[in-house]
Every structure is written in structure tokens, then in C-alpha cells.
């Protein structure tokens, strides 16, 4: 009997050709596409986008530019300096609104002067400090490698403070062997890298919000995702009245079966308003977040979330013709958005490629957009454009579905 019920179990499979290539053909794709995403999360694998200032404009600080522009795993971004902004000003705007990862700004030439500030200063996010203590450390390890000399000068400065002042033969002994340092010949000789400290800052901006850093960013990337979940569990109904004959009877009623894909597609939107509604309530109530101050613009983008999610589920429920291609498919769809789109790890962690790609899936704009209302305080003209995004992909599907919806029907 064992036997038998396992080889009909293998049987309906076998049949269904669509579910027979889900259950087999998809799982290694997924191991692809989460391999790539998840492997380049190491430091020396990851790219960063950087915007590089140089304020001294010293021969110097030139020379430390150019090398961090040319350093792998930097991707220098171009900018203007703003003429109403500082330096520093402009470069936090450009971190603050996400346009690049980082920042360094080279505010003064790096000399011995142990009681000045940093010469070079990282500027990052504090949602987004561990992309600012990468580009830190790497900072750091290009002064170690390609200018050891500053390390000299400095730890020289530090020997003449503590030890008294050199003697004149002395200073003039320093001097000769710090202008014939090089990279090279400091390895050979110490075997080990100079310090640098002192000459690299971080200055982390707090996103002008009293929260925990990452609270908003996580809270939406969990919410799009369990909206994504819930609608396409939700949406196989769809399937289950096709082949149970009740949408015979459905399509004879008023309005035929549009009436029942729009309905269907109403429930499901307002079932992840509250499903989202409920994880930002946690997070107003444990983490402080703004809720009730930014209820406007968060509600404006969890109905274009819960609708998207809900059209995506009704979309690929239309495109299955059985509940087991659906459940298969609605998984692999599910994961593969929420990997690439930001929900299971921030974006600035992937390759390059693929933080592009991102921005073809709804939960990268849902991500930003909540993310820019709650930590980067952002107000509609900001996030126009993601809602813009967001509302043309929820008609699009919605058109998609009724129209399958509707020849499938016709074909029962």
C-alpha cells in the first residue's frame, strides 16, 4: 500500500508537466541567483559607491584621491559641489538621500601634527555603517600600502613629543629617509603595515530620527515580504474555483468574472494594508518609530504595497493552471524578488549588477520608499517617483490578471 501511494503521488506529478519542471528545474536556479547575491557580501567582493572631494587641492591629497579612485572595490560617483553647501554639507546630502554608499572627504593634507583633526574623513549612514567602516578600512590600507610615509611621520611626531625634540642631524636623518620611503621597501624591511591612526575619521549621519538604525529598513523589507507571501497563498483560489466548476456559475452572475478578480484583488490589498499596518504598529510601540507623525505618506505607500502584492498574486495564480504550480511557482517568485530586491539583505551588500537589478522588483521601491519617509525624513516630492513605479506595476498586473483571468474562464 506504502509503495502505491507514493508511486500516485509520483504520478500527478509526472502528469503535470509545469509543476514536474517547478519542483525540479527551480530549486538550483534559486541556488544560483542566491549564491550570487549572498557570496559578494564579503568585504574584499563587495563595491562601493563613493564620492571622492579633495578640499586642500595639495599635490598630495591629489595623489591619495586618484588612488582611491583607481582602488578596487571603489566606485568612484561624480558630483558637483552645491554653491549653497559646504563641502562636507554637500557630501552628506549625497549619503543622506542614498545616491552613494559613502563618502571620503581628503578636508586637509595629512602631515605629523599629532593635535590636528583627521586630514581624511568617511562620511556614511548609520543605517548603513557597516558600508562606511568597508570604505573606512579601506581607506586605511591604501594610506598603509602606497603613502607608509605618513605613518612615519606621524609616529615620528609622537616619538618627539613624548622623548623630547630631535636634534637638528637628526631631524635631517628623518627627513632623508621619509622623502626615500616607499611601499616596497617598508615591507621588506618592518614586514608588517604602518599605522595610520589619526589620519582617518568616521562620522556616521543618525538620519535626523531618534531610532534604532535599521529599524525602518528592516520593518519594510519584512512587511513586503509576508505582503508578497500572504497575497499569493491568497490569490490560489483563483485556481481551486476554475477547477472546481463554480466559475461557470461566477461568470453568469453580474458583471461576469471581473467583478470576482477585482474583488478578490480588494480583499487582498486591504489583508496587507493591515498585515503591514500591524508590523509598523511594533515598530512605532518597541523601536519608536514615527508612525503616527508619518502616517500619511506610510499609508499612501502600503496601499501601493499591499496592492502591488496582491495583482502579482492574482497575476501568477492567473498563469498556473494548477494549485501545485502555483504553490511551487509563488515560492521561487516570492524568494528570488524579496533576495534580489533587498528584503532578506541590504542592497548595498550585493554586486553591483544585481543592486541594479534590484530596482526591477517592488520591494526595492517599498524598501526605499519607507526607508527614505522614516529615516531620511523624505516628503512626497521624493517619493513620487517610487509611488509613480509602484502604481504603474499594480495596474499592469491588474490588467494582466483580468484579461487571463477571462480567457481561462472562457476555456473551462
Avoid at 591629497?61 to 568612484?76: R, Y
Avoid at 582617518?200 to 535626523?208: D, N
Avoid at 493552471?321 to 528570488?336: D, E, G, H, N, P
Amino acid at each position: 500500500m506504502i509503495p502505491t501511494v507514493a508511486k500516485v503521488m509520483w504520478l500527478a506529478v509526472w502528469r503535470d508537466r509545469g509543476a514536474l519542471m517547478l519542483a525540479f528545474v527551480l530549486p538550483p536556479l534559486m541556488f544560483l541567483v542566491f549564491a550570487e547575491v549572498f557570496s559578494g557580501a564579503g568585504d574584499s567582493d563587495l563595491e562601493m559607491r563613493v564620492a571622492l572631494h579633495d578640499s586642500a587641492q595639495t599635490p598630495l591629497t591629489g595623489q591619495i584621491v586618484a588612488a582611491l579612485a583607481e582602488l578596487d572595490g571603489i566606485e568612484p560617483v561624480a558630483h558637483e559641489t552645491e554653491p549653497d553647501r559646504s563641502d562636507a554639507g554637500g557630501l552628506e546630502a549625497l549619503v543622506r538621500q542614498a545616491r552613494v554608499d559613502a563618502a571620503v572627504w581628503v578636508r586637509a593634507e595629512p602631515d605629523g601634527n599629532l593635535d590636528a583633526e583627521p586630514a581624511i574623513v568617511v562620511i556614511g549612514d548609520a543605517s548603513r555603517r557597516l558600508a562606511a567602516a568597508i570604505v573606512t578600512g579601506r581607506v586605511q590600507r591604501l594610506l598603509q600600502a602606497e603613502f607608509p610615509e605618513l605613518g612615519v611621520q606621524r609616529a615620528a611626531a609622537l616619538v618627539d613629543a613624548l622623548a623630547g625634540p630631535y636634534t637638528e642631524q637628526q631631524r635631517k636623518a628623518l627627513d632623508l629617509a621619509l622623502s626615500e620611503l616607499d611601499s616596497a621597501g617598508l615591507e621588506e624591511e618592518t614586514g608588517e603595515d604602518t599605522s595610520q591612526d589619526g589620519l582617518v575619521a568616521q562620522r556616521l549621519l543618525g538620519g535626523g530620527r531618534q531610532i534604532d538604525d535599521g529599524v525602518s529598513y528592516y520593518a519594510g523589507a519584512v512587511a513586503i515580504l509576508f505582503l508578497l507571501f500572504a497575497a499569493m497563498q491568497g490569490a490560489i483560489s483563483l485556481i481551486d474555483e476554475r477547477n472546481s466548476g463554480i466559475v461557470d456559475r461566477l461568470v453568469a452572475g453580474p458583471g461576469g468574472y471581473t467583478v470576482v478578480v477585482v474583488g478578490k484583488g480588494l480583499f487582498l490589498t486591504l489583508q496587507g494594508l493591515a498585515q503591514a499596518g500591524l508590523i509598523f504598529a511594533v515598530a512605532w510601540w518597541m523601536y519608536g518609530i514615527d508612525w503616527p507623525g508619518r502616517f500619511g505618506l506610510w499609508l499612501v505607500t502600503a496601499c501601493l504595497a499591499a496592492a502591488v502584492s496582491a495583482w502579482l498574486g492574482l497575476l501568477l495564480a492567473s498563469l498556473c493552471r494548477t494549485r501545485q504550480q502555483a504553490q511551487t511557482a509563488s515560492a521561487f517568485v516570492v524568494l528570488i524578488l524579496s533576495a534580489i530586491g533587498g528584503s532578506m539583505m541590504p542592497r548595498f551588500l550585493m554586486p553591483g549588477w544585481l543592486r541594479e537589478l534590484g530596482w526591477f522588483t517592488p520591494n526595492a521601491w517599498v524598501i526605499e520608499s519607507w526607508h527614505g519617509i522614516f529615516w531620511r525624513g523624505n516628503g512626497p516630492a521624493e517619493l513620487v517617483q517610487g509611488w509613480a513605479v509602484l502604481l504603474a506595476t499594480a495596474l499592469a498586473a491588474m490588467l494582466l490578471s483580468i484579461w487571463l483571468a477571462h480567457r481561462l474562464a472562457r476555456e473551462k
